[in-house]
T-cell receptor, first 111, second 116 residues
Framework: TQLLEQSPQFLSIQEGENLTVYCNSSSVFSSLQWYRQEPGEGPVLLVTVVTGGEVKKLKRLTFQFGDARKDSSLHITAAQPGDTGLYLCAGVRVSNYQLIWGAGTKLIIKP | GAGVSQSPRYKVAKRGQDVALRCDPISGHVSLFWYQQALGQGPEFLTYFQNEAQLDKSGLPSDRFFAERPEGSVSTLKIQRTQQEDSAVYLC??????????????FGSGTQLSVL
């Protein structure tokens, strides 16, 4: 069974601080996607990383795919209250391109 | 419509009742997925359709769960004889093409099912 371990499960920090969320697996993925989900809504895709070692930036968010395509991280610089939400990683399986989801990181940024 | 639409948004059912959840994907999208999401957790895969063909139903938790997409557009997820453990948010997602490395999924807002 392919698993994607996401950590931390919960993070509450002050506005302006930096943070990193991790997704780790023992399995290789075709690509890895990061989503953000607001209460009462479905997940919204933020980014897809495809190549081992790839780094993508989305304003204050930096996404990295591990060299071996087994792990990924999301780093937020100078967090803002608007960054509050549930962040989910999802690995795309090599065999059939279905998504394997992490359990999510609930992020709260306090003003 | 502009996005994936799910109805109803909320459903309360008595244990043992049957329920039907509807998903209207983005027009023209080939792939349609159903997921189950417990509170504060990631989605769990239920089933996948490519057009009208149900290609993967390995995630359906029991034979009480049934999904269909008869004309390759609207899909219905039916749960028979609901149990309390069926309480969750049921998410529908669609994508333009079949799954691939870089294919983008668009999610609906979900149906929150509460079984009393």
């Amino acid at each position: 069974t392919q698993l994607l371990e996401q950590s931390p499960q919960f993070l509450s920090i002050q506005e302006g601080e930096n943070l990193t969320v991790y997704c780790n697996s023992s399995s290789v993925f075709s690509s890895l996607q990061w989503y953000r989900q607001e209460p009462g809504e479905g997940p919204v895709l933020l980014v897809t990383v495809v190549t081992g070692g790839e780094v993508k930036k989305l304003k204050r968010l930096t996404f990295q795919f591990g060299d071996a395509r087994k792990d990924s991280s999301l780093h937020i610089t100078a967090a803002q209250p608007g960054d509050t939400g549930l962040y989910l990683c999802a690995g795309v399986r090599v065999s059939n391109y279905q998504l394997i989801w992490g359990a999510g990181t609930k992020l709260i940024i306090k003003p | 419509g502009a996005g994936v639409s799910q109805s109803p948004r909320y459903k309360v059912a008595k244990r043992g009742q049957d329920v039907a959840l509807r998903c209207d994907p983005i027009s023209g999208h080939v792939s349609l997925f159903w997921y189950q999401q417990a509170l504060g957790q990631g989605p769990e895969f239920l089933t996948y359709f490519q057009n009208e063909a149900q290609l993967d139903k390995s995630g359906l938790p029991s034979d009480r769960f049934f999904a269909e997409r008869p004309e390759g557009s609207v899909s219905t997820l039916k749960i028979q004889r609901t149990q309390q453990e069926d309480s969750a948010v049921y998410l529908c997602a669609s994508s333009l093409r079949h799954p691939s490395t870089n294919e983008k999924l668009f999610f609906g807002s979900g149906t929150q099912l509460s079984v009393l």
